[in-house]
């Protein structure tokens, strides 16, 4: 039989309001809640004690800032919160997001409100799309405030004529990234020979297979970077070990875009790489 009254309208919380009951919730700063009383919606600035209680200073988006008790009485996104002081745990971890914030992808300490400034005549290249788009993520910052360009190259074999092309002085310097820099290389004789073209000129490497390799494979979840037999296509290959799809060149650019968005900062890349980077922004930006 079916229970011909329905079910028991007592049953359960129904005296919770219909937002659903407060909880608690630190007053970190940057929050941004609404003050039920007034309708004041702002960022908690900064949580203190005063005349014997707390009280949590929110900031609106005109930039005016109000004191409200701390405790219940607020919205966050829509739901009811009881503000709280924030532990000692909380406060240390949104002092080291503040911190992190302050530095750029490089870590070096960022520049606030400092426009990019215009190219200078130094630049410096680097063997191709993927390389500049890894220097960008991580140096690109650095690179607007000192006024460098970045540009690509369609590989190194001509790399001593378009050096001479270039005609670097001492006042227009050039720097160059190559990949898989190790003795015993065609690289490595091709940068022999471009060195002696020019003493403004700096040309410095890395000893992977393609820059892929410079991002520590622990970003990607795995030990270590597939080791690729001779003869099979690198880029591929190392889709295809990693379980990613691997067959066409979009394959190979949405592997690329994975890649580099596991790149947060500068302690994602391996040191040999950026040691090269840091030595070339170094020497073209000398004055």
């Known amino acids: 039989m079916g229970d011909r009254y329905g079910t028991d309208v007592l049953d359960g919380d129904w005296r919770a309001p219909r937002r659903g009951r407060a909880t ?12 039920v009383g007034t309708g004041w919606v702002g960022a908690v600035v900064r949580v203190e004690k005063a005349g014997g209680m707390h009280v949590v ?7 005016r800032v109000r004191g409200f008790p701390l405790g219940p009485g607020f919205h966050l996104d829509g739901r009811p919160v009881n503000l709280t002081v924030p532990t000692a745990e909380r406060r240390a971890q949104v002092q080291a997001a503040q911190q992190a914030a302050a530095r750029t992808a490089s870590g070096s300490v960022r520049v606030a409100g400092q426009p990019a400034r ?6 410096i290249w680097v063997e191709g799309k993927h390389d500049a788009e890894l220097v960008e993520k991580v140096w690109g910052d650095d690179l607007r405030v000192e006024g460098v360009v970045v540009e690509m190259l369609d590989g190194v074999d001509d790399v001593s004529e ?7 002085t001492p006042q227009r310097r050039l720097g160059i990234l190559v990949d898989h820099l190790v003795p015993g290389t ?5 940068v022999d020979e471009a060195r002696r ?7 410095l490497g890395h000893p992977y297979v393609d820059v892929w390799q410079s991002v520590k494979p622990a970003r990607l979840g795995v030990a270590a970077w597939p080791v690729i037999e001779r003869g099979r296509s690198w880029k591929h290959g190392v889709l295809q070990e990693l379980g990613w799809p691997h067959r066409t060149q979009t394959d190979v650019a949405l592997g690329w875009k994975k890649i580099l968005a596991s790149v947060r900062s500068y302690s994602d890349l391996e040191p040999t790489l950026l040691a090269s980077v840091e030595e070339l922004i170094d020497f073209v930006t000398v004055s």
């Open 24 to 35: 608690d919730v630190e007053a970190v700063p940057g929050t941004v809640v609404e003050d």
């Open 57 to 63: 200073h929110l900031e609106d988006r005109r930039g």
């Open 118 to 123: 215009v190219a200078s005549g130094s630049r």
């Open 162 to 168: 378009l050096i001479r092309g270039f005609g670097p």
């Open 186 to 190: 065609k690289e490595t004789r091709i």
């Open 197 to 203: 073209v020019s003493p403004h000129v700096r040309i």
